[in-house]
T-cell receptor, first 115, second 116 residues
Framework: DTGVSQNPRHKITKRGQNVTFRCDPI?????LYWYRQTLGQGPEFLTY????????KSRLLSDRFSAERPKGSFSTLEIQRTEQGDSAMYLC?????????????FGPGTRLTVT | AQSVAQPEDQVNVAEGNPLTVKCTYS??????LFWYVQYPNRGLQFLLK????DNLVKGSYGFEAEFNKSQTSFHLKKPSALVSDSALYFC??????????????WGAGTKLIIKP
């Protein structure tokens, strides 16, 4: 399967713990995005990378959130000291710039439950 | 302010009937418009886009969308609905502000239910 993959698919953690999610984009895509989605809502943009550079971070991304894409391939999203309000689906998407960047290809998401 | 509206939280259609999922937008300049579908427990899948050209855009799974500039709408349509079309549908528009890095502005989604 050459699509976007995310691991784990589900994560249950206790409040205050740290969690890390991984995203593997489509191999030739140079842009990688992280979104958060809560039930019944559209995706909320968190951050994106072009190659290994993190070009934009949403105001939604508090200091407890950090993302990396060290070699311009896979990316990780870490949430420190999780809170119940962090419970959501975390989506990763990738695209190619220039050209077809408009089309973002999404992974299946990682569902985080903070108890 | 730029925005996307999906006025219906849910649309119910009988199998075999035509379906329409509505989307209106508000952006300055020429809009770049998209439809995505999300099946249960799965990620978003790109359906189709309008950038320029023919107002009727054809996409995946037999879906099409009609761009109407005067009504600022981009409704998603399908001539004959299938039960398997039941899913959550999102409309999005590209943010054209200079400092936006062309992020997508998303609608809240419309749940489409196709009844046998």
């Amino acid at each position: 399967d050459t699509g976007v993959s995310q691991n784990p698919r589900h994560k249950i953690t206790k409040r205050g713990q740290n969690v890390t999610f991984r995203c593997d984009p489509i191999s030739e895509h140079n842009r990688l995005y992280w979104y958060r989605q809560t039930l019944g809502q559209g995706p909320e943009f968190l951050t994106y990378f072009q190659n290994e550079a993190q070009l934009e971070k949403s105001r939604l991304l508090s200091d407890r959130f950090s993302a990396e894409r060290p070699k311009g391939s896979f990316s990780t999203l870490e949430i420190q000291r999780t809170e119940q309000g962090d419970s959501a689906m975390y989506l990763c998407a990738s695209s190619f710039l220039p050209g077809g960047w408009y089309e973002q290809y999404f992974g299946p998401g990682t569902r985080l439950t903070v108890t | 302010a730029q925005s996307v509206a999906q006025p219906e939280d849910q649309v119910n259609v009988a199998e075999g009937n035509p379906l329409t999922v509505k989307c209106t937008y508000s952006v300055s300049g020429n809009p770049y418009l998209f439809w995505y579908v999300q099946y249960p427990n799965r990620g978003l899948q790109f359906l189709l886009k309008y950038i320029t050209g023919d107002n009727l855009v054809k996409g995946s799974y037999g879906f099409e969308a009609e761009f109407n500039k005067s009504q600022t709408s981009f409704h998603l349509k399908k001539p004959s609905a299938l039960v398997s079309d039941s899913a959550l549908y999102f409309c999005a528009v590209r943010d054209i502000r200079a400092d936006s890095n062309y992020q997508l502005i998303w609608g809240a989604g419309t749940k489409l239910i196709i009844k046998p």
